[in-house]
């Protein structure tokens, strides 16, 4: 279940400033049942079933010391089996009651200060501040993490980041040759984080239309991301993976654990996309668009899995091995796939767009469709 409410407010300062302002609150509910999961304990007790000797018929073991126990046997075997009463007790549900809330606020001053020979110059200014946090509370047999295959973890923290930004754009040319409309664009944002502290991010674009229809792009930007309530948050849990060991040449089923790290950096990424977009007039509702992007994360929030922790370590990867533990005679005993910071991450390559956009005038569905913008005299939709 979500809830929000929203409180905003606009006002002009003379003729060329705007004054906006605005805080929200938020809260998500999620409250997940998952019924069917073995409860490790009590099926080892079903299983471990003897003959009674007063009755002949199947009982627990652990019913013949301790009569006040509610073990029932367990027949996995057979039509019919096991009966609803044994699947009753070897089976449970694991449950979660989480609540996420969200507190934004901030304002900003929008203006055109100055006109050049091109056009108004426009900047924007403004502060803001969110609180983002999470209560995650899971059952008895959850947090005794007595389910064999999975266990919710409970979840608590949160964390505050204040901000200050600052926007440009700025027109150079407008109906010149090849430089029908040349605009540049800056913006640059400070965030103080309470988890991490302070960082930079920004972006440096400028656009122009040489001839009609025909529109170039270029950015360069650094930007930021920091870990999120669960890749900071989530507690430790449990799980088994069956990984191949190249030490030992063997395959091994080996305990797991996963969660969260307090102690996550943001990544920061440098990113470059220079493209264009054309929309020739002599042939309405074509576009053709294709842009060139090369991105470089440092610092990546990731999870490496139990598989690829194991290959890396024994490849070199002196700073893995830690999260995989071994016994003195060599073998797997735990790995540890929490989040955590790898060195960089990059790729590059092209998006293209193709698109046609057709007139309906005349076709059957065109009255059917008429009221989201298909109207008689053939516009398009």
């Known amino acids: 279940m979500t809830t929000q409410g929203t409180i905003a407010l606009d006002a002009t300062i003379g003729p060329r400033w705007r004054l906006s302002g605005y805080y929200s609150h938020g809260e998500y509910r999620n409250d997940i049942d998952t019924p069917g999961f073995v409860i490790g304990a009590n099926f080892n007790q079903a299983v471990d079933a003897v003959r009674d000797p007063a009755t002949g018929q199947p009982v627990c073991r652990v019913k013949r010391t301790d009569p006040s126990s509610a ?102 040319a407008r109906d010149r040759p090849l430089l029908r409309k040349l605009e540049l664009n800056a913006a640059v944002r400070l965030s103080d984080y309470d988890t991490t502290g302070a960082i930079w991010s920004w972006k440096l674009g400028a656009t122009n239309e040489f001839f009609p229809g025909f529109r170039a792009r270029f950015t360069r930007s650094r930007d930021i991301r920091s870990a999120n309530l669960a890749e900071l948050y989530t507690q430790l849990t449990v799980g088994y993976n069956t990984l191949t060991d190249p030490v030992k040449n063997a395959s ?30 002599a042939i309405p509702g074509l576009r053709l668009s294709a842009d060139y992007y090369r991105i470089r994360i440092d610092d990546v929030i990731t999870i490496v899995s139990a598989q690829d922790l194991v290959i890396r370590c024994f490849n070199g990867n002196q700073a893995l091995c830690g999260n995989v533990e071994r016994d003195g005679n060599g073998n797997i005993t735990r790995t540890l796939t929490s989040y955590l910071n790898l060195s960089e991450y990059r790729t590059d390559g092209i998006d293209a767009e193709l698109s046609q956009t057709l007139p309906c005038a005349g076709s059957p569905a065109c009255p059917a469709i008429s009221r989201f913008g298909c109207g008689p005299t053939g516009s398009t939709a």
């Open 252 to 281: 091994v089923y080996v305990l797991n654990h996963s969660g969260g790290n307090p102690d996550l950096r943001p990544e920061t990424a440098t990113t470059l996309t220079a493209g264009f977009l054309y929309a020739p007039p």
């Open 71 to 172: 073990c029932v046997p367990i027949n996995l075997f057979g039509e019919g089996s096991p009966s609803a009463e044994a699947l009753a007790y070897v089976t449970g549900t694991p449950r979660q009651r989480a609540t996420t809330i969200l507190d934004v606020g901030g304002m900003s001053l929008r203006g055109e200060p100055v006109t050049l020979a091109a056009g108004p110059v426009s900047i924007a200014v403004g502060i803001e501040a969110r609180r983002e946090a999470i209560r995650q509370t899971v059952s008895e047999r959850d947090l005794a993490r007595a389910f064999r295959s999975f266990n919710f973890a409970p979840i608590v923290g949160g964390f505050t980041v204040k901000e200050a930004f600052g926007e440009i754009l700025v027109p150079l």
